[in-house]
């Protein structure tokens, strides 16, 4: 039998939960959640697993752009000293005579025919060169009257050969300040000048080797020719002329 003067030691009872309307006990709530229920997972590392095939692809990739810079230099080496063997030069273009013929101007219109006589030079001792797909034409300042082609042709080493082209308008139109610009040239000079400027694919051979095709420009300024008011016709006044030659 328990001792009614002995201390009490342990945690006082839980009282019981009132009673519903039915007269039996309520429902005591649960507990509230303090802690997760389960263990927390294990930690892993997330770095990826090393790949064993890495180490040969960046060695493989070091080999390509060793041979790919390898192989730049040597090709530049080698065009190089193609270059200072040749001693490539760019041809030589001049103007020996320049006419106009039929010249008529009248309401913005021009009629007349151009004879142009050229000579083109090779200064090269180990190329040759031909010319194709050569376009020709006139102007008056910067406006182009009339244009042609220039039939192909070949030129050996250091040689020189001459070329006749003829330009043709009929009834061109020309603008105001052109019109107004040759009409006022032939009353004060007795001239007007003319700009011929040719573009000519042209290829460079020096025995198997061959160079690509270049695009040679050459440009022709300051052509007067002597043809007053009262003229229809005139020639090139003051003789040949040398050209601006470019590629």
Known sequence: MADPNRPVTGYPATAAPPPNHNGYPSAQPPPP?????????????????????????????????????????????????IWIVILPRIPEFQVDSLSVSNLNLSNSLITANWDLRFTARNPNKKLTLYYDEIAAAIFYDSLSIADTTVPPFFMDRVNETSQEVRFV???????????????????????????????????????????????????????????????????????????????
Do not use: H
């Not at 180490?55 to 040597?74: D, E, G, K, P």
């Not at 308008?169 to 011929?196: D, I, L």
């Not at 300024?221 to 002597?226: A, E, I, R």
């Open 33 to 81: 959640a303090t802690a997760y229920p389960y263990a927390a997972p294990p930690y892993y590392n997330n770095y990826p697993y090393p790949d064993p095939y890495a180490a040969q692809r960046n060695t493989f990739l070091r080999r390509v752009i060793a041979i790919l810079v390898a192989s730049t230099i040597i090709t530049g080496t080698i065009l190089f000293v």
């Open 169 to 247: 308008a009929s009834g061109a139109y020309v603008e105001k300040w052109a019109f107004e610009g040759m009409g006022k040239e032939r009353a004060e000079k007795a001239s007007v000048r003319f700009n011929v400027r040719m573009v000519a694919r042209v290829s460079f051979k020096a025995g198997a080797w061959r160079a690509r095709r270049r695009y040679l420009r050459v440009y022709c300024g300051d052509l007067s020719v002597g043809v007053a008011l009262n003229k229809s016709s005139g020639n090139l006044l003051g003789g040949q002329r040398q050209c601006r030659v470019g590629l």
